[in-house]
């Protein structure tokens, strides 16, 4: 059963940054991509960005383009979300997915696990 754990939410003030953590268990990752979306309250979900697990191609939303980078560490399992430059607007629980399909790109129905979300809170 594959498992999807976030961590590394929190409190930050605008511009400041954080580093989001997504541990991946229970599968074999080599064919797969993981994916960060966020939901604000009120709001839709919301692809964020996306990896290959291998070779490490990268798709990134509009909105996070030039402040976000996405990476993983093969050995470990995990995948990263650096958020530089962070807004007001950025506040929203973020989630962690994994695609089957090698997909990386920004609909969520075609993601097959999701961890539980860690929150991401910007002040002004």
């Known amino acids: 059963q594959v498992q999807l754990v976030e961590s590394g939410g929190g409190l930050v003030q605008a511009g400041g940054s954080m580093r989001l953590s997504c541990a991946a268990s229970g599968g074999i990752f080599s064919n797969y991509a993981l994916g960060w979306f966020r939901q604000a309250p009120g709001k839709e979900r919301e692809f964020v960005a996306g990896?290959?697990?291998?070779?490490?191609?990268?798709n990134y939303a509009d909105s996070g383009k030039g402040r976000f980078t996405i990476s993983r560490a093969n050995a470990a399992n995990t995948v990263y979300l650096q958020m530089n430059s962070l807004k007001p607007e950025d506040t929203a629980v973020y989630y962690c997915?994994?695609?089957?399909?090698?997909?990386?790109?920004?609909?969520?129905?075609?993601?097959?696990?999701w961890g539980q979300g860690t929150q991401v809170t910007v002040s002004s």
């Open positions: 997915a994994a695609s089957r399909r090698y997909y990386t790109g920004s609909n969520p129905s075609l993601y097959d696990y």
């Open positions: 990896i290959r697990w291998s070779g490490g191609m990268t």
